[in-house]
């Protein structure tokens, strides 16, 4: 079992930055095994793709609403995963979680079913 805990929400004007962690505990030991995710629900929405970062992070992938705003990144001697996110927009308010899969390639995944273990979330909000 994996927990995963996010931090580093919060109240952010429109332009502004944020930088999302995300700390795994438990079965830690293959952290660098595990693909990681980052997801979003805002109010009224459904759970929504953010980023994802393959297991030795050399391969990331983004939804198109953050291309070139957000980065994803990932340090595996601290079992921690990060979401810089900059130029922020009132439709970047959400619920972001982080999410951990099982994984045997390299490949991130844009798909929620793929990841096994998911934090509780931290709230963002972009005021304008």
């Known amino acids: 079992q994996v927990q995963m805990v996010e931090s580093g929400g919060g109240l952010v004007q429109v332009g502004g930055s944020l930088r999302l962690s995300c700390a795994a505990s438990g079965r830690t030991q293959t952290f660098s095994r595990y693909r990681m995710g980052w997801f979003r629900q805002a109010p009224g929405k459904e759970r929504e793709f953010v980023s994802a970062?393959?297991?030795?992070?050399?391969?990331?992938n983004y939804a198109d609403s953050v291309k070139g705003r957000f980065t994803i990144s990932r340090d595996n001697a601290k079992n921690t995963v990060f979401l810089q996110m900059n130029s922020l927009k009132p439709e970047d308010t959400a619920v972001y979680y982080c999410?951990?899969?099982?994984?045997?390639?390299?490949?991130?995944?844009?798909?929620?079913?793929?990841?096994?273990?998911w934090g509780q979330g931290t709230q963002v909000t972009v005021s304008s």
């Open positions: 999410a951990a899969g099982q994984a045997s390639t390299e490949a991130p995944a844009t798909v929620a079913e793929l990841y096994d273990y």
């Open positions: 970062i393959s297991r030795s992070g050399g391969r990331t």
